[in-house]
């Protein structure tokens, strides 16, 4: 997809859900390619910061757990659950991610049962899962981020828990730079208006939409969740891969990302 500029605008649902169907199924290939060995095959990596669930045990135990993955991309964290004895399904906007995902399957010999669907509306039934989590996937990237939250509750049995990280709300004040430019502040942190890029007609065909810290807690207690834990990772020691805006440099200054670690009561 050819992108001609860059915008801020309201997009609503149907055209943020467009726009990032087309702009992931155009990128797919190349951020496997960039980024597939970082997030390995079968493994669970939170964020650019490389917090691995393995260590970080947000989820719980998973052995015998129903878990659904959000915005499953090409599945590695799927993946890494069913190989410690979860129940996994997994979904994502992405067709063309989901073709990395098989790939990876025959590859790794480990199968992540996965669909194509979007966040704000679940074809799943209520109650059918234990967990739920997203490692960046679809949360970003929706326009009814409150849709998404309520849609998990539903499938979520009572007791469940959901965790899942995005870009940390502070990242939106600054440029998206992983350098010295990327450390002074440049709009303000209270400007929610979506971040856009746009197709040669003009029309969105990238969104990424943002919320403040506050904007989370509001979301997902409304959707009916308790949030139990905000993990804002620290780069660490001798990490030395940069990752588009992330890099030791930032990383040591300002917080990249914010997980959210949230039980159905």
Known sequence: MTLSGVGRREVGSAGTSRANRGWWDSAADEYQAEHGA?????????????????????????????????????????????????????????????????????????????????????????????????????????????AVLAEVHRVLRPGGRFAFSVSHPIRWAFPDDPGPRGLTADRSYFDRSPYVELDDEGEPGYVEHHRTLGDWVA???????????????????????????????????????????????
């Not at 947000?58 to 499953?72: D, H, K, N, S, T």
């Not at 660490?236 to 997980?259: F, K, N, Q, Y």
């Open 219 to 265: 979301l997902i207690s409304g959707s009916g969740l308790v949030l139990r834990s905000l993990v804002e990772p620290e780069w660490p020691a001798g990490h030395d891969r940069p990752w588009g805006g992330w890099s030791p440099l930032r990383g040591r200054h300002l917080p990249g990302t914010a997980v959210f670690v949230c039980d159905r009561p």
């Open 38 to 146: 970082f997030l390995r095959d079968v493994g669970f990596v939170w964020c650019p910061e490389g917090l691995d669930e393995a260590e970080a045990r947000l989820l719980g135990e998973v052995a015998g757990r129903r878990v659904l993955e959000v915005g499953c991309g090409a599945g590695q964290c799927g993946r890494w659950l069913v190989a410690r004895g979860a129940r996994v399904v997994g979904f994502d906007l992405s067709f063309r991610q989901l073709r990395h995902s098989q790939r990876i399957d025959l590859d790794s010999g480990v199968a992540l049962p996965a669909v194509q669907a979007d966040a704000e509306r679940l074809p799943f039934s209520d109650g059918a899962f234990d967990l739920a989590c997203s490692a960046y996937g679809a949360m970003p990237f929706v326009a009814d981020a409150g």
